[in-house]
């Protein structure tokens, strides 16, 4: 018996099968859990229903974080099918690609806005409307990246967008914890996805983490996938407003030889 056996978990942000999204959904499957996914436009629909239908899931939702309405019917219709939810994962963030490049100092007020709106408010305006379904108790996980606290190139202002992610984790930890519900981060290390193709010279990020990480190669997305699975479960009771890093040991690193 898996140790996510019985618990119902919303997953948010799968877009392909190289989503970290799609590898915490797979890693929740094993475990025994049962899941609902949010695309976030039409386009997306079809593929994320063929992968939710892999893990037994027909409950696929579309959801634009960007409106409140759109989160909100998520949620309702949910809870028409399920009367209790026990986990969310929300696996997104944008920022507009002309802020992805080029000097921080020239972000514009507009892209500065969309990408806190997108990549952190969300996970505040999900999360309340997760909590109200979290009868029993539950377990929220975002994922975060090494460039809210230092400085990487063309991270920009999603360093500043994921810095922001990471105090609002710990906030929605303290206010819902005494609903027993814990909010968590993981801070993955460098993975190609379709969000990651958005920064320029990514291919830079995996070439320096694998030369410099302790284990000396790059994590994936069923790594990142196992470590949410045990963020989610009964597992991890004693753990809330943290940050994991699934990086290969990469954040731990002053100077390598
Ligand atoms: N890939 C990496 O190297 C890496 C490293 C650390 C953290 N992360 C984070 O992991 C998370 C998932 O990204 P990924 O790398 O798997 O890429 P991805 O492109 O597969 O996923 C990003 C998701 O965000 C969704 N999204 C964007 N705007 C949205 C909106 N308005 N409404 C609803 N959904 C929206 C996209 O549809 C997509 O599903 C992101 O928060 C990303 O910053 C990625």
Known sequence: MGFLQSKRALVMGVASNRSIAWGIAQAIHRQGGELAFTYQEERLAERVRKLAAAVDSQRVLPCNVAQ?????SVFEQLAA??????VVVHAIAYAPREALEGDF??????????????????????????ATLMANGGSIVTLTYLGAERVVPNY???GLAKASLEANVRYLAADLG????????????????LAAAGIPEFRSFLEHARNTSPLKRNVDIHEVGNAAAFLCSEL???I?????YVDAGYSTIGMST
């Open 156 to 158: 920009n202002v999603m």
């Open 240 to 244: 809330t407003g943290e940050i994991l």
């Open 236 to 238: 991890a009771s004693g």
């Open 68 to 72: 409140d309405e759109s989160i909100t």
């Open 81 to 86: 099918s399920w009367d209790t939810l026990d």
């Open 105 to 130: 100092s020239q972000v514009s007020r507009e892209a500065f806005h969309i990408a806190h709106d997108i990549s952190s408010f969300s996970l505040t305006a999900v999360s309340r409307h997760a």
């Open 178 to 193: 005494a609903k027993n519900i814990r909010v968590n981060g993981i801070s993955a290390g460098p993975i190609k996805t």
